[in-house]
């Protein structure tokens, strides 16, 4: 028999957004409500870039649509239906997938 552990979230819920560096993983941590278009940075904290480089340009307008939706759907009552975010518990527990993958140990 097989279980599967999901975890489901409502956009209230959600306490931090991080930014995080593709080359270094330094981390730039923001409160959703905290948020403002003019508070995201175009490099990191560890000074890399935070653009594409076969464009040069960084991937704002993409990340602050994203950063109003939610705070749009945050503020407002949605009549007949709310929104929830679903995640594969091995996504915020990593061990748990090792342990149910993790191969059980040979009795001698």
């Known amino acids: 028999m097989t ?3 999901r975890i489901v979230v409502g956009l209230e819920e959600i306490k ?3 930014l995080e560096c593709n080359l270094c993983h330094a981390k ?3 409160a959703p409500e905290k948020l403002e278009n003019q508070n995201i940075p175009s490099k990191g904290p560890c000074g890399h870039a935070w653009e594409s ?3 040069a340009e960084p991937p704002l307008p ?3 649509a994203l950063i109003t939706s939610l705070k749009t759907l945050r503020n407002s009552n949605m009549p007949g239906f709310s929104v929830r ?3 594969d518990e091995a996504i915020c527990n990593p061990r748990a997938n090792s342990e149910r993958t993790a191969s059980p140990k040979a009795s001698n």
Do not use: D, G, N, R
């Open 53 to 55: 480089p076969q464009t």
């Open 16 to 18: 931090a957004i991080v």
């Open 3 to 5: 279980f599967e552990h």
């Open 85 to 87: 975010l679903e995640f």
């Open 62 to 64: 993409p990340l602050l």
């Open 28 to 30: 730039i941590v923001f």
